[in-house]
């Protein structure tokens, strides 16, 4: 079945410095949806993409769909301690696009 | 407007009980998702349901049931608990599905 892999797992980074997250799927997706979770809360939807290499940005969030279609990445900058979370990719599979999510890039910031 | 609201938000139940979890989508929203979080496996999609209908189904054991009402609302069952079912359940809602979800604040489930 399809599958959505996130990497890296785990990242720390120092207040002030970027952090990436990259998201692949084994198979071509309609759209790409991000997700953030703070510890202890629920997803949060951030934003979804629908084009082939669309890039959007909301603050210092930056969000890349692939050309293919099945690669995604959201890039921070200048990480700030509100940042602090699990950041979820997610895409539509299967009949009636059931959304499957990555298991998440968890960012911890260093004052 | 009125997010999406689960209840209850805690749980503590013994193996070999069934517990039942209530989820009240934004209104207008017709795609119900379920998800079972856990540490190790992160977000596990449980079902879908659109119109009172299930449209999509996870790899779960027929254990874990589901149902939608006509207003939408949905519930969750799980049967015959097992200690590997302590988790967070989450509750989803969309207009159609496919696109994105808002989330409830989730169900913490023990099973003791």
């Known amino acids: 079945g399809q599958q959505v892999m996130q990497i890296p797992q785990y990242q720390h980074v120092q207040e002030g410095e970027d952090f990436t997250t990259y998201c692949n799927s084994s198979?071509?997706?309609?759209?790409i949806q991000w997700y953030k979770q703070r510890p202890g809360g629920h997803p949060v939807f951030l934003i979804q993409?629908?084009?082939?290499?669309e890039v959007k940005k909301q603050k210092r969030l930056t969000f890349q769909f692939g050309e293919a279609k099945k690669n995604s990445s959201l890039h921070i900058t200048a990480t700030q301690t509100t940042d602090v979370g699990t950041y979820f990719c997610?895409?539509?599979?299967?009949?009636?696009?059931?959304?499957?999510f990555g298991k998440g890039t968890r960012l911890h910031i260093l004052p | 407007k009125a997010g999406v609201t689960q209840t209850p938000r805690y749980l503590i139940k013994t193996r070999g009980q069934q517990v039942t979890l209530s989820c009240s989508p934004i209104?207008?929203?017709?795609?119900v998702s379920w998800y079972q979080q856990t540490p190790g496996q992160g977000l596990q999609f449980l079902f879908e349901?659109?119109?009172?209908?299930?449209?999509n189904k996870g790899n779960f054991p027929g254990r874990f049931s589901g149902r939608q009402f006509s207003n939408s609302r949905s519930e969750m069952n799980v049967s015959t608990l097992e200690l590997g079912d302590s988790a967070l359940y989450l509750c989803a809602s969309s207009w159609t599905g496919g696109y994105g979800y808002t989330f409830g604040s989730g169900t913490r489930l023990t099973v003791v």
């Open positions: 349901y659109f119109s009172e209908t299930q449209r």
């Open positions: 993409l629908v084009k082939s290499g």
């Open positions: 997610a895409g539509p599979g299967g009949a009636y696009d059931k959304i499957i």
């Open positions: 209104s207008g929203h017709r795609s």
């Open positions: 198979t071509t997706l309609s759209n």
